[in-house]
């Protein structure tokens, strides 16, 4: 449910779902569960580029206790935040350890037995996350060639494609290849509008944002007009929890 509210814009209620389902998880002695929504938890205060309310819960997600798919998907987290930080060290260590835990048995989605926990749809989550975690570190250039290298899914993941595929575009517009960014954009533009969800259009207001530095450039100015439709903030569905 945290995740859903997420994605409607409403960070508030995202939260406080999110927080109800640690305590849950956490009442019905499922260490699992309890520390698969502090990663999720993680995610929330990500967006709100809020440093110490989202390396504080992706570490508690990395006790020993815990399954190590999800320590790695904890991990993953904690080096997006550093990268957000520009801590070029600890991202790096962080993302070491989140290749190791995934790479352990089990770490696989859901593991041999066990119910998928986190995307199903990334062959290389640690991969796609570098390359996610480069763009905030300032090195665009190096970010697209690997979101190039990653973005190898199959056409059922739309919204893999949607949320990385921004990024990538936004990689090559902060590196000054804005034809290429332009030429990555537009067949992007139709998934956006189908899955509507509030964290693609945050990358999405950053992308543009920088081809806005470019008003002259022909293909962004007939871009322009679908580009400021799509990137206006999602409209939460209801109030949040009190």
């Known amino acids: 449910m945290g995740w859903l509210v997420q994605e409607t814009g409403d960070e508030r209620a995202a939260l406080w779902w ?9 009442a019905g ?3 699992a569960l309890a520390g698969y929504a502090l990663v999720r938890r993680a995610l929330v205060t990500l ?3 809020d440093a110490e309310q989202t390396i504080a819960p992706a570490r508690r997600a990395q006790n020993d206790v815990l399954p190590s798919r ?3 998907l904890a991990a993953q987290r904690e080096a997006q ?8 060290g600890a991202c790096l ?8 835990l995934l790479a352990r048995r089990g770490g696989t989605a859901g593991g041999a037995d066990g119910p998928v926990i986190g995307s199903m749809h990334l062959p290389d989550s640690v991969g796609m996350v570098t390359g996610w975690c480069l763009v905030d570190l300032g090195r665009p250039r190096e970010a697209g060639e690997e979101l190039d290298r990653q973005l190898m899914v199959g056409p059922d993941a739309v919204r893999t494609q949607v949320r990385y595929g921004v990024r990538r575009a936004l990689a090559y517009a902060c590196a000054g290849e804005i034809d ?6 537009e067949p992007l533009l139709d998934g956006v509008t189908a899955v509507r969800s509030a964290t693609v259009t945050t990358d999405l207001r950053r992308l543009v944002r920088v081809l806005g530095r470019y008003p002259d450039h022909p ?4 871009l322009a007009p679908r580009l400021g439709t799509l990137s206006r903030p999602t409209i939460p569905l209801e109030e949040s929890p009190s």
């Open 18 to 26: 999110t927080q109800r389902a640690v305590d849950l998880a956490a």
């Open 29 to 31: 002695g499922d260490q």
């Open 47 to 49: 967006y709100r580029e």
């Open 70 to 72: 999800i320590r790695g």
């Open 81 to 88: 935040n550093h990268a957000l930080a520009g801590d070029v």
């Open 93 to 100: 260590r962080a993302l070491d350890r989140a290749r190791a």
């Open 180 to 185: 290429h960014a332009r030429t990555l954009t």
């Open 219 to 222: 293909p962004v100015r007939r």
